[in-house]
């Protein structure tokens, strides 16, 4: 009987053990990966553009990720989920690795030339635009902030 009971333990928790959860997880370019695992994971940009993650906070840009619960089962099963692989990269079809490394570092770089507008925008005190006689206009407040709404549209949209 002692033997039985052991048996169905041990049965039950290799049951429980084949049940597995996936996570995912944003990076600091905005792209998506997916983990089954809740350790830590920290990421950064560096000055190229490069996104970087880590199990450690060895950087001292890195800050650590959000993990949300997506769905039970392995990665494999959300491989190719909503146009993504596991490295949350983009992939276009017939795509070459390294014409997805070209794409990427491109990606990269917009995204951060956006983002250091757009930021200049929301740091500067008033916004202007050159004239043709090489003279400032400044901007009323309401056409300011429609500038930076729609630069922090295309910091989003660069940024996905």
């Not at 190229?48 to 950087?59: E, N």
């Not at 089962?73 to 795509?95: F, H, K, M, R």
């Not at 070459?96 to 956006?114: G, L, M, N």
Request: net charge negative.
């Amino acid at each position: 009987m002692q033997r039985l009971i052991t048996s169905i333990f041990v049965l039950l928790g290799f049951c429980t053990a084949a049940d597995a959860d996936v996570w995912k997880w944003v990076d600091a370019n905005g792209k998506t990966h997916f983990v089954d695992t809740m350790k830590p994971i920290y990421t950064w940009i560096d000055e190229f553009g490069k996104v970087h993650y880590s199990d450690t906070p060895g950087h001292e840009d890195a800050v650590s990720v959000e993990l949300v619960w997506h769905s039970p089962g392995t990665l494999d099963d959300v491989e190719g989920e909503e146009g993504e692989d596991q490295s949350g990269a983009y992939a276009d079809p017939g795509e070459t690795a390294e014409e997805r490394a070209e794409r990427e570092q491109a990606e990269a770089y917009y995204c951060k030339r956006a983002t250091e507008i757009y930021d200049s925008y929301v740091n500067a005190p008033q916004l202007y635009r050159t004239s043709e006689s090489g003279e400032r206009e400044y901007l009323s407040k309401a056409e300011g902030d429609a500038i930076i709404a729609e630069t922090k549209a295309k910091v989003d949209e660069l940024c996905r």
